[in-house]
C-alpha cells in the first residue's frame, strides 16, 4: 500500500484525488493549513493533518511515513461559491509567489521525512499563448506571471529534487474542469442566461481535461517508475471550442450566438499584437476574445505513451453534472 500526502487536498482535483487514491486501498494524508478549519468536502477516509507549510519541523513530522507527495497548492482566491452568485475572484494577499515557495518547503522538509517522490502540478501556462499544438517536447516561454511563478516552481523542483535524491514529476495540466469548478461559474452563468456571444466560429481546437481524468494522470505520475524526472502535458483529447460551449448551452437549455465573421479580423489582430480587448465580453475574464478565437491545443501522444491510457470521462455529462451542481447554488438562467 503507498503512502500518499496530498497538499492542496481542499481543491477540485485535490478532492477527487483523494477520493480515487482510497477507493483504490490506498493510504491518503491531506496536508491542510491551519486557517483552512474542517474540510467539509474532504472524503472523511483521509487522514488530515494540519501543519503550516512555512513551518519546517512541523511539515516534516506531516509528511514521516509518506512515500509520493502530490503538490496541488495554489494561491487562495478571495471569491467563495456562494448560493446567490458562485464567482472566481483574485488570489490573495501573497499572489503566485506562494507556488515555488511551497515546492521548496515541501522538498526541504521532505528530504528529512523519507520521501521518496514529488509529484508537482504545474500548468500550461508555462508554455504562454500559443498559436501551434505544444507537447512535451516544447520549450517553455511564460507570458504571465502565473505561468512564470509555475515555471520557477518547475525548475526549482527539478534542480532541489536531484540535489536531494527526491523523484521529481512535473505534470502540466491545461485547463481542468468538473463539477464544483469555481472558476467556470461565471461562465456557465453567462451561458444559462443567455447573455454569451462567441466571436468566430469556435471551430478550432480547445482542450481541456475534465478532473477525473487528470486524477488518473496524476496517479499515474505517482506510480509509474519512468515518469522520474520527466514534465509531461495532460489535457483531455482534443475537441472544439463550439463543443465545449454548445454542450454547456444544451445543459442550460439555452443557446449560443456565433459571430462568424468578426472571427478572421478579431484573430489577424490577436496574432499581430498579442492582445484583444476583454470589455467585448462583458468583462469577465473567461469570457475574454483570447479564450474565444486562440486555438488550445496540445499533444498528448508521448505522455499517454508514458503513463498509459488515462481519458474515460464523458464531457457532456460533466457538463450536465455540473450545470445542475451549480443551480443547486442558485445559478439561475
Known sequence: ???????????????????????????????????????????????IRTVEFTDSPALERALTGIDVCLDLVAPR????????????????SGGWTVIPGVVTALLTAGSRAGLRRLVLASSSAVFGHRWAPVGNQTRPAPDTPYGR???????????????????IVVARLTETFGQGSRPHAPLFQAIAQGKFRVVGDGRHPHQLTCV???????VACGRVPE??????VISGPEVELRTWIE?????AGTSVRFLDALGPPGRLFLRTTGWLPAWAAGGVRRQSW???????AYDISSSVDL?????GSDLHEVVRNAMTSYRLHDLRP
Open 149 to 167: 511563478a509555475r515555471l520557477i516552481a518547475e525548475e526549482q523542483a527539478l534542480t532541489l529534487g536531484s540535489r536531494l535524491g527526491i523523484q
Open 77 to 92: 482566491r478571495a471569491g467563495h461559491l456562494r448560493s446567490e452568485n458562485p464567482t472566481s475572484k483574485r488570489p490573495r
Open 290 to 296: 483570447d479564450y474565444m478565437l486562440r486555438p488550445r
Open 247 to 251: 454542450a454547456i448551452a444544451t445543459a
Open 227 to 232: 515518469a522520474a524526472d520527466q514534465a509531461v
Open 1 to 47: 500500500m503507498t503512502v500518499w500526502a496530498v497538499a492542496g487536498a481542499t481543491g477540485l482535483i485535490g478532492r477527487h484525488l483523494c477520493r480515487a487514491l482510497l477507493d483504490q486501498g490506498d493510504r491518503v494524508v491531506a496536508l491542510i493549513p491551519p486557517d483552512r478549519g474542517s474540510p467539509p468536502l474532504l472524503d472523511d477516509r483521509a487522514e
Open 307 to 311: 503513463l498509459g491510457p488515462y481519458h
Open 212 to 218: 477525473d481524468d487528470a486524477v488518473r494522470a496524476l
